[in-house]
């Protein structure tokens, strides 16, 4: 999965250039996600979530806070995200070396959508990314698909059901032990909480008095039990996760 936040006051070109790498990231069969923000405070407000973003597009001539002190901040936060100014203007060409900027693209250009996929071309070979991707032999039907997209598995009679990001309109399901899920995923961070819930820890907000809070709005499901058994060692996982990342 690739995530990329789009920074821009005008409205627009915010709209532009999320269809922009929309458009290039299904032309390719990439997992992505996309956020837009229509300043820098508001990208800011984000914490430490800031350091989950792979790319970040930002507009150089904002109000209050520029793009230039938006990409500082970034970098005080820790990210290594590739940042690439969206401009009007080319002359903030050294500022930009400062903040270990990768591209500037300019807005009034006819070859945006051009400029815009050659750029993002080059960050996805210095990313060196590889796609990770599952098939399971859902009863639905046999589906190939990126373990980011799974929040969580639950176990109820013999059967799973696999509760995915709300972009997918349907649950799945599959005859298996969730013992079996839960060696097969420990590559993509998965916990089991509970001996009927194998939960995704990207997608864990906290986990606190027995119970996982989920990131908002990500999938249907708010909170899922941890059981007394598996709580410190959930606890402990959670810790090292957000080290990690």
């Known amino acids: 999965m690739i995530y990329i936040a789009v920074c821009d006051d005008e409205d627009g070109f915010l709209v532009l250039e999320q269809k922009l790498i929309s458009a290039y990231m299904q032309k390719h ?17 984000r914490g430490s979530v800031i350091t989950n973003f792979d790319i970040i597009f930002l507009d150089i001539n904002m109000d209050k806070l520029n793009g230039i002190e938006t990409a500082r901040k970034i970098r005080e936060s820790g990210s290594d995200a590739y940042i690439v100014f969206v401009t009007a203007f080319i002359s903030y060409a050294i500022e930009g070396y400062k903040v270990d900027a990768v ?33 399971f032999a859902f009863l639905e039907g046999d589906m190939t698909i990126s373990p980011d997209d799974i929040v969580y598995i639950e176990s109820n009679l013999h059967k799973l059901t696999f509760h995915l990001v709300k972009k997918y309109k349907e649950r799945y399901t599959i005859y298996e032990k969730l013992d079996v899920l839960e060696k097969r995923l420990n590559y993509y961070n998965f916990c089991r909480i509970h001996k009927s819930f194998l939960v995704n820890l990207k997608y864990v907000e906290e986990i606190k008095r027995y119970n996982v809070k989920l990131t908002e709005n990500v999938c249907h499901t708010s909170y899922l039990s941890v059981s007394q058994s598996r709580y410190l060692d959930a606890r402990e996982q959670f810790i090292f996760y957000q080290g990690e990342v």
């Open 29 to 45: 069969a990439y997992q992505y996600c996309v956020d837009t923000f229509s300043s820098g405070t508001d990208l800011l407000k």
């Open 103 to 135: 591209r500037y693209l300019l807005k009034e250009s006819d070859c945006l959508e051009a400029s815009l996929e050659e750029c993002l071309d080059s960050i996805i070979r210095r990313m060196n990314y590889q796609e990770n991707r599952e098939t």
